[in-house]
């Protein structure tokens, strides 16, 4: 339990938590630079977040698909692929929870759920094609992710202007009250803000992600294939389906997240003109959190806090939005330099280890 305790203190929270304050002090210069007070910008970005139930309603919101999208390129990184189409499987996710959604007229307790189920079995294939293409042809995964990220916004766009979108329109028909996710009562305790069910699915996705990976012989294989493909299958583990399976399982995840966007906060779909963006940010989550479960989470809402706070930003302290990315990006640098962080830490993690 120790050492359990010891690394989490040394590497899952000191590095990401000084990357975090070095990249809010790069952040700071840079609005300096420009002639901004960085105070007075991180002072209006915590008030636009935390200054009203609805502001910080609307928070959570943003931070539930960032959940999912960075668990699905978590999952991925841990069993050794590289999941660059969790944008893809979002979309993928948000037009089979729309058919679902307005298709079918079942009762509340059925028709959600299955509408959800529908958004990860979508997600999960959709991933799965990546996989399979690994497998059985060796295509490096990284190429037909991104590749399958616009061949899902394209057929996404033909399913919805083929089929659900009324004539003129640029929008789906409105899901059914059955297939909606939103909770209500919490919902008007927040002002309105757009509150719903997947927040408590993207919890407890975390939770999944590491029940499966550490605590089943399904993840021992994953993280083993993953390790050293070669030695595994030198082992008796089928390495191809291993490969499939944690890119349909990463799949699921943006998947789950692309449905509860519709069931939860817009109840209809639009036509795209282009990607929604949560899967190319649930890269970022991934880094920042340390492809762990745990991780992840804190740091969707670290990336949420700052993404719908850059307004505040930009309207109390005149910072441009702009800016806000480049404060994300510091912290993404510091994350993945993680030389540069530890040359911080190293007198702090002395003095540690001498008064042990």
């Not at 952040?27 to 105070?39: C, D, E, H, T």
């Not at 931070?63 to 999208?69: M, S, V």
């Not at 497998?135 to 399958?148: F, K, Q, S």
């Not at 779909?269 to 992840?296: E, K, R, T």
Request: contains cysteine; proline residues 3%; positive net charge.
């Amino acid at each position: 339990m120790n050492r359990v305790i010891a690394v989490f203190t040394k590497e899952s929270f000191l590095v990401p938590a000084a990357a975090i304050i070095l990249g809010l002090l790069t952040g700071a210069v840079a609005m300096l630079a420009g002639g901004f007070n960085p105070i007075k910008a991180y002072v209006s970005l915590v008030d636009k977040v935390f200054g009203n139930a609805y502001n910080f309603g609307e928070t959570i919101r943003q931070i539930t698909p960032l959940i999912f999208t960075g668990l699905s390129v978590a999952f991925a990184f841990r069993t050794g692929l590289f999941n660059i189409g969790a944008e893809g499987q979002f979309i993928i996710g948000m037009i089979a929870s729309t058919a679902v959604g307005v298709s079918l007229d079942l009762p509340a307790y059925i028709h959600a759920p299955l509408a959800v189920l529908a958004g990860a079995l979508a997600g999960g294939l959709w991933g799965a094609i990546a996989g399979y293409l690994k497998a059985a042809r060796g295509v490096n995964e990284v190429i037909t992710t991104i590749m399958l990220n616009w061949i899902a916004l394209y057929f996404a766009n033909y399913i919805l202007t083929t089929f659900y979108v009324p004539e003129g329109q640029q929008r789906s028909e409105l899901i059914k009250d059955s297939a909606s996710i939103t909770i209500g009562w919490l919902s008007q305790m927040f002002d309105s803000a757009r509150l719903h069910w997947g927040t408590l699915l993207a919890l407890l996705a975390a939770v999944f992600f590491y029940v499966v990976l550490w605590k089943t012989k399904t993840g021992f294989e994953l993280r083993a294939v993953g390790l050293n493909p070669h030695a595994s299958e030198y082992a008796g583990m089928n390495v191809n389906r291993n490969v499939v399976n944690a890119m349909f399982i990463g799949g699921m995840f943006a998947g789950i997240g692309g449905a509860c966007e519709i069931l939860g906060v817009h109840h209809y779909q639009s036509v795209m003109a282009g990607m929604p963006g949560y899967g190319f940010d649930g890269i970022a989550v991934a880094l920042i959190g340390g492809n762990s479960p745990l991780g992840v989470v804190l740091a969707a809402i670290l990336f949420g806090i700052l993404t719908f706070g850059a307004a505040g930003m930009k309207f109390g302290a005149g910072v441009p939005v702009e800016l806000i990315r480049v404060v994300i990006a510091s912290v993404i640098f510091f994350v993945a330099a993680h030389g540069i962080v530890k040359v911080f830490l190293k007198p702090i993690l002395k003095k540690k280890e001498g008064g042990n």
